[in-house]
């Protein structure tokens, strides 16, 4: 995505299907109004970039973190279904800006905590299966361009169960997975991304716009 800090917005000409006033978005997120407003740039490059339609759709997703949009990866698949809050099968501005800032530094750790489970609990029971933990597993080595024998995958995933299995009942509740990150915080350190609170650096036309301070959201 580092490509897309070229792109330039001075003006908009239309708002997008699903756009949240950029103060509201600020007050019930990490971001701040300018910080908001640069993201806009980047909603609108990755919305536009297969269909032109102020949506991001899941091929579009797919090609900004892996640059393709036919590429199949769990990782990039779950991550579109937690952001699709609506689940409508595309991602408003609203809420690419309110999953996203799950991923800012300031966010509070119980919070990527939360997320992180989520993205891990794939059939959405509440718990974190072995079967979804070893398919996680495969993923990220695939991601990783790593390939290990079935065998080490098994034994990693026993493991961890063990570990974070505290009740004994073979899979992993949110309570368990929180205990287990709190000895283990390198677990979440993919839910933060550095450059989004550099985002206004990246995109600084739009400080020449925005017509509200962040220091007016202090209360």
């Known amino acids: 995505m580092n490509s897309l800090a070229g792109c330039f917005c001075l003006k908009r000409n239309r708002n997008p299907p699903g756009f949240e006033d950029s103060m509201l978005l600020a007050s ?21 970039s297969i269909i032109d339609d102020g949506l991001i759709h899941k091929e579009e997703f797919q090609l900004a973190l892996l640059n393709s949009s036919n590429k199949k990866n769990l990782f990039t698949d779950r991550l579109f279904d937690l952001f699709d809050l609506k689940r409508n ?9 309110r999953c996203l800032s799950i991923f800012h530094p300031r966010t509070p750790a119980a919070d990527k ?20 933990l070893k398919e996680m597993v495969v ?8 390939s290990l024998p079935d065998d080490v995958v098994e034994a990693i995933v026993n493991k961890t169960i063990m570990e974070a299995d505290l009740k ?12 287990l990150v709190g000895r283990y915080p ?14 206004t650096v990246a995109f600084p036309n739009f ?13």
């Open 186 to 199: 390198s677990l979440i350190k993919n839910m933060t991304l550095p450059y989004l609170q550099e985002i």
């Open 139 to 146: 993923a990220f080595l695939q991601e990783s361009d790593l």
């Open 207 to 219: 400080l020449m716009r925005t017509q509200v301070h962040d220091s007016e959201l202090v209360s």
């Open 113 to 132: 905590i939360s997320f992180a489970f989520r993205l891990y609990d794939l059939r959405r029971t509440g718990y974190i299966e072995r079967d979804e």
């Open 89 to 97: 099968g595309v991602i408003e501005f609203g809420e690419f800006v």
């Open 168 to 179: 004994g009942d073979g899979r992993i509740d949110q309570e368990e997975w929180k205990q």
């Open 28 to 48: 019930e997120t990490t971001f701040t109004v300018n910080e908001v407003e640069a993201l806009f740039c980047l909603y609108e490059e990755l919305s536009s």
